[in-house]
């Protein structure tokens, strides 16, 4: 089956860590999103990539960073720099003509 | 900002129809209106898009004003599971282009 998955469904680390969240879609669309979502609110974007090794920050990339290695998959780590990670991550990929498809999503919390 | 104004809540009885309304007074002329509606605790779903012509789908059709301003998303038959809050997005029609969601509209279907 064609699709986006997210692992885990929901991950908890101490305050201070770093964590990796997964992203990877054989869809074979080019590009690949990450968005975080605040109970009670709609979707904000992180990060965007287009293409392989290459993406660009979105509207509240402080904190973030991620990589764009292969096609299939682009994870997002979530770095001691933000502030206020709890929240519900979400990952898609599009194509052109194609709306944004979502994976699942995986809930963090930080204790 | 979200370019476009949803009501905040709506309530339809199941086997109705549902029209949730959606105001795009400064859409542009290459900016199609896009539809995704996301269930509680899971990632949004694609249901539909169009620039001006009306549109339909095995989910939904949507209906555009002739002067583009507003349009209305119609699920035929609402049944439980189509409760969910729908969000109502303007975008042009790249290969990439980030979603700026809104806090959408919460429909609560009841038997």
């Known amino acids: 089956d064609g699709g986006i998955t997210q692992s885990p469904k929901y991950l908890f680390r101490k305050e201070g860590q770093n964590v990796t969240l997964s992203c990877e879609q054989n869809?074979?669309?080019?590009?690949m999103y990450w968005y975080r979502q605040d109970p009670g609110q709609g979707l904000r974007l992180i990060y965007y990539?287009?293409?392989?090794?290459?993406?660009q920050k979105g509207d509240i990339a402080e904190g973030y960073s991620v990589s764009r290695e292969k096609k299939e998959s682009f994870p997002l780590t979530v770095t001691s720099a933000q502030k206020n990670p709890t929240a519900f991550y979400l990952c898609a990929s599009s194509s052109y003509g194609t709306g944004q498809y979502f994976g699942p999503g995986t809930r963090l919390t930080v204790l | 900002d979200a370019k476009t104004t949803q009501p905040t809540s709506m309530d339809c009885a199941e086997g109705r129809a549902a029209n949730l309304p959606c105001n795009h007074s400064?859409?542009?002329?290459?900016?199609?209106v896009y539809w995704y509606r996301q269930i509680h605790s899971q990632g949004p779903q694609y249901i539909i898009h169009?620039?001006?012509n009306n549109e339909t789908n095995e989910m939904a059709s949507l209906i555009i004003t002739e002067d583009r301003k507003s349009s209305t998303l119609i699920l035929p038959h609402a049944t439980l599971r189509d409760t969910a809050v729908y969000y109502c997005?303007?975008?042009?029609?790249?290969?990439?282009?980030?979603?700026?969601f809104g806090t959408g509209t919460r429909l609560q279907v009841f038997p």
């Open positions: 400064t859409i542009s002329g290459n900016e199609y």
């Open positions: 990539s287009q293409i392989v090794n290459d993406f």
């Open positions: 869809l074979n669309h080019d590009a």
């Open positions: 997005i303007v975008r042009e029609q790249t290969n990439t282009d980030k979603l700026i």
């Open positions: 169009g620039l001006k």
